[in-house]
Each structure stands twice: as structure tokens, then as C-alpha cells.
């Protein structure tokens, strides 16, 4: 069993940079990912880390401005987010997956409770 808690969400402005925080606990040797969901839009991928934190995966929306890290030794994955945009305000997911490479919301095996991510024009 692992439980995922988020934290670092809020309000910033547009071009501005937020970091967001996934603390784990139980067994915790997972492939980490996040994913957001926006007001009335389904679920989507973000971005991705193997559990030794040697390979990441995202798609091209975020490249350049998404980071993902992971601190193993504090069961801690972080997304650094930078150049924000209005179009990334949503609700972010911290999500573990025995799956590599993971990207699709069926291949969680844990969820977090969300951090909302507010994003001004």
C-alpha cells in the first residue's frame, strides 16, 4: 500500500513558477508520474520518473518548462513547474505505477488527493 500527499499548489502569475511536492509513504520503489485535470476536461498525463529517477517521460507541451525530480532517500517526487500558463490552471495528481514507461491513467496503481494549481492571466 502506498499513500501519495501533494503539496505546493496555489496562485501565481502567468510566466511565474510553482513547485509541487509528492510525499510518499509504504512502499514507495514506484515509477512516480503527475497528471492534471481541469475544470471540465478529463484527466491527462504531465509528466513521468522511473523509480531509480534515471529516465523521465512528457509530452511536448511541457517540455522546457516541466521538470520532474525524485529524492529517493526522502520518498519525494517534485515537479518544478516554470513559464506557467493560463491553460495549465488545474488540479494536479501525484500518481504511482508499476508501468514504464507510465503516461495513461490506467496504469496507476495510487492516486494522491490533488493540489490545485491556479495559474492568472
Known amino acids: 500500500q502506498v499513500q501519495l500527499v501533494e503539496s505546493g499548489g496555489g496562485l501565481v502569475q502567468a510566466g511565474g513558477s510553482l513547485r509541487l511536492t509528492c510525499a510518499a509513504s509504504?512502499?514507495?520503489?514506484?515509477?512516480m508520474g503527475w497528471f492534471r485535470q481541469a475544470p471540465g476536461k478529463e484527466r491527462e498525463f504531465v509528466i513521468a520518473?522511473?523509480?531509480?529517477?534515471?529516465?523521465?517521460s512528457y509530452p511536448g507541451s511541457v517540455k522546457g518548462r516541466f521538470t520532474i525530480s525524485r529524492d529517493n532517500a526522502k520518498n519525494t517526487v517534485y515537479l518544478q513547474m516554470n513559464s506557467l500558463k493560463p491553460e495549465d490552471t488545474a488540479v494536479y495528481y501525484c500518481?504511482?505505477?508499476?508501468?514504464?514507461?507510465?503516461?495513461?491513467?490506467?496504469?496507476?496503481?495510487?492516486w494522491g488527493q490533488g493540489t490545485q494549481v491556479t495559474v492568472s492571466s
Open positions: 500518481a504511482a505505477s508499476r508501468h514504464w514507461v507510465f503516461s495513461k491513467i490506467d496504469e496507476a496503481d495510487y
Open positions: 509504504g512502499r514507495t520503489f514506484y515509477n
Open positions: 520518473i522511473s523509480a531509480s529517477g534515471g529516465s523521465t
